[in-house]
């Protein structure tokens, strides 16, 4: 009897797991299928361009964004009381939600009456850049929303990763005539590597589907020219009702996000049975 109550209390979450969950990705495998979108993007020159965007995108914005957090979590760990002020502030990006923040930035940015253009009027009396509307402008602009918005959070893991790091260890390495800089090679670094790889895997795959901050900023524009495959595919499935290309231009994703995945788990495998 106490069986068959459990499997009674269980039928609203496998219910809710069906429909939310293994609906949708059955119905985008089966949308998936069909030829005729992929087809659609073999033709498309803003589809190549936007693959070449996406690798821009992950190769820069997510290096770039763990050598920063890898350098300012060597800041945020000094003990000083104004290096705590500094850090509630430098958290704030990531804790405020997405729209507000990302929208304001793009105010920020407006080529015609945003604050950093006025400013630069004021100090040089010349105009400032087209910053969303010229295209090497707006994905440098995408690229570094992404990382201010993300940065903090990262910064934040590898905080936890040295402050785990036994005090013994550098006490050893200075008083063997270690520089600051061989502390970060010989004691930092190896104690953290794993959690730094893991975390880049782990931000890699989070930014393939990074759907905020382009459409956010420039909606994927200039002339479609600052899209991802996140945003390409909105644009398919719901501005120009192609459902089939949309869901063509995400499963596309896939030979970038399988592997990563794939290492991600291995890797969790090996430091659990370490």
């Not at 400032?128 to 993300?150: E, M, Q, R």
């Not at 231009?249 to 896939?254: D, P, Q």
Request: hydrophobic share 55%; aromatic share 16%.
């Amino acid at each position: 009897m106490d069986r068959a109550w459990g499997y009674i209390l269980l039928i609203p979450y496998a219910a809710v797991f069906v429909l939310f969950v293994v609906y949708p990705i059955a119905y985008g495998i089966w949308l998936g299928s069909d030829v005729a979108g992929y087809e659609r993007l073999w033709d498309d020159p803003i589809y190549w361009r936007t693959v070449r965007n996406t690798l821009v995108f992950l190769i820069v914005g997510v290096n770039l964004k763990m050598l920063l957090a890898l350098a300012l979590s060597s800041f945020f760990v000094l003990p000083y009381w104004w290096v705590r002020v500094v850090g509630v502030l430098f958290i704030l990006p990531w804790a405020v939600p997405h729209i507000p923040s990302i929208l304001s930035i793009r105010w920020f940015l407006n080529s015609e009456w945003g604050m950093l253009n006025n400013l630069i009027w004021q100090i040089t009396g010349t105009f400032g850049p087209a910053w969303l509307s010229d295209t090497n402008y707006a994905f440098a602009c995408v690229i570094a929303v992404h990382i201010w918005k993300y940065l903090p959070f990262w910064t934040l893991i590898l905080i936890a990763g040295r402050m785990a790091i036994s005090r013994d260890l550098y006490e050893a390495a200075t008083l063997d005539g270690a520089t600051p800089w061989q502390c970060f090679q010989n004691v930092t670094f190896p104690q953290i590597r794993n959690l730094f790889i893991t975390s880049t895997l782990l931000t890699t795959i989070w930014s393939l589907g990074d759907f905020n901050s382009v459409f956010l900023l420039t909606g994927g524009g200039p002339a479609e020219r600052t899209n991802t495959l996140a945003t390409l595919g909105v644009r398919f499935a719901f501005k120009e009702a192609d459902l089939s290309a949309g869901v063509a231009t995400m499963i596309s994703g896939l030979p970038l996000l399988i592997p990563l995945v794939i290492l991600l788990l291995r890797r969790l495998n090996r430091q659990m049975a370490e």
